[in-house]
């Protein structure tokens, strides 16, 4: 056993990671067939706006503070970074419920969303325990305990799909609740093994908490919008969908697009939080480039096969697998490659920018990508009647969105000084 163990440590880690992963991908692509006979496409229509909604809010609750714990050379640092996210999400949760009970059926309305309505109570509880667990699993990842990650990536598949089943009864809120288990599960797990140390008295003071505002106030003047670009482009889309075509086609595109998706980020989503933390010690000394174009390779010739092999399956047997209802499943996967290949090469290593600490490169690399990716929504008007023009064009879009987006982090990799 000693002779086939992995002697670099980096594998390791990605292979910790990956068995994690691998579960809970194997149970959510398992539970798939179940769901879609237990949820209509209606629902899944709901929850992709309910999710597209949370996300964008995920983004901003803690101003992406969370990304500079890996940064600092001392624990202490990060700890205060830690406490900081947790003030910010508190302050984030309140100001969504304010604005839910506020706007909630000017939002409704504008989605076109009605079925939505009793439904928004969730986003603050989803804003809340979304966003404890963002800055907790940095902090493991400061720490290399990635078998602990592992462990809280399993969890969230177990409980979120055991949601998804016993609430399915009360029908799409089921769903939801499901959708925020799977984000936010595991972040117990993660504070036990970590409270000694986060709870040191001197840690959480008011003024520690200032100072650390201002010394990393760069990540939440340019990380956050930043990140609130980068979820918008990724977002926005299936918004617009939603509020623009029928509820069922949007829950077969998300779908389809989930579970395209589903079993390369076990490999993917791994690597790069293992490169992550690669590239910030890396970084401190000398250009990252050559980790960058040696993990795009890896994960070119992980993803591609096996997303354009589960896309040819889909096709053929939609509807014996997820049941009648779902035969658009198949059309959407064979247009989704493009976005969905190229979200999975160039995701993972995406947040090399932020991890050498440059914030402003990533900002304009955000601002193009957010144009590109949008500009089938921007150059003709959406609403055509051929749902299938209008995803195929932004599909090929996204794929260009990435493709320079890559480049802006190869170029902030080869230049440390920049």
């Not at 293992?274 to 000398?286: D, M, N, P, T, Y």
């Amino acid at each position: 056993m000693q002779r086939f163990k992995p002697q670099s440590a980096s594998v390791r880690n990605v292979l910790k990671l990956a068995g994690g992963t691998a579960g809970s991908q194997v149970i959510t692509v398992a539970a798939a067939p179940i769901l879609t006979r237990l949820y209509g496409p209606e629902s899944f229509g709901v929850l992709a706006t309910f999710a597209s909604i949370l996300a964008l809010l995920n983004v901003v609750s803690s101003l992406r503070y969370e990304l500079a714990i890996a940064v600092p050379e001392d624990d202490d640092e990060a700890i205060a970074l830690v406490w900081l996210c947790f003030v910010l999400v508190a302050i984030s949760t309140a100001l969504t419920a304010l604005g839910v009970a506020l706007l909630g059926n000017q939002l409704v309305s504008w989605l076109h969303q009605p079925a939505l309505k009793p439904l928004l109570w969730l986003l603050p509880v989803g804003v809340l325990l979304t966003g404890v667990y963002q800055p907790l699993s940095y902090w493991a990842i400061r720490r290399k305990q990635f078998g602990l990650l592992a462990q809280t990536k399993f969890l969230q598949s177990i409980f979120g799909v055991a949601t998804n089943l016993a609430a399915a009864p009360l029908g799409t809120i089921g769903l939801l609740l499901g959708q925020i288990v799977s984000q936010s599960a595991g972040f117990v797990a993660i504070l036990k093994q970590s409270a000694d140390t986060l709870l040191r008295e001197p840690r959480y003071k008011p003024t520690s908490l200032h100072n650390t505002l201002k010394a990393y106030s760069h990540f939440g003047v340019y990380s956050s919008p930043a990140g609130l670009l980068n979820v918008f482009a990724n977002t926005a889309p299936i918004v617009l969908f939603s509020s623009l075509y029928d509820s069922s086609d949007v829950g077969q595109l998300v779908v389809a697009q989930k579970l395209l998706l589903a079993p390369i980020s076990m490999i993917s989503a791994s690597i790069g939080q293992v490169f992550l933390q690669k590239a910030s010690e890396i970084g401190r000394q000398k250009s990252t480039a050559s980790l960058l174009i040696s993990t795009t390779k890896k994960l070119i010739v992980l993803s591609l096969p096996c997303i354009v092999s589960l896309s040819l399956i889909f096709k053929s047997f939609a509807v014996v697998i997820f049941g009648a209802r779902w035969s658009g499943v198949g059309l959407f996967s064979s247009l989704l490659i493009p976005l969905v290949a190229s979200k999975a090469i160039v995701g993972p290593v995406g947040q090399i920018l932020f991890s050498l600490g440059k914030a402003k490169l990533q900002l304009l690399a955000q601002v193009i990508f957010a144009l590109v990716s949008l500009l089938p929504f921007l150059i003709y008007e959406l609403h055509t009647p051929v749902f299938w023009v209008a995803v195929m064009t932004w599909s090929l879009c996204s794929l260009i969105a990435y493709f320079l987006f890559w480049l802006a982090c190869l170029y902030g990799s080869k230049n440390p000084s920049f």
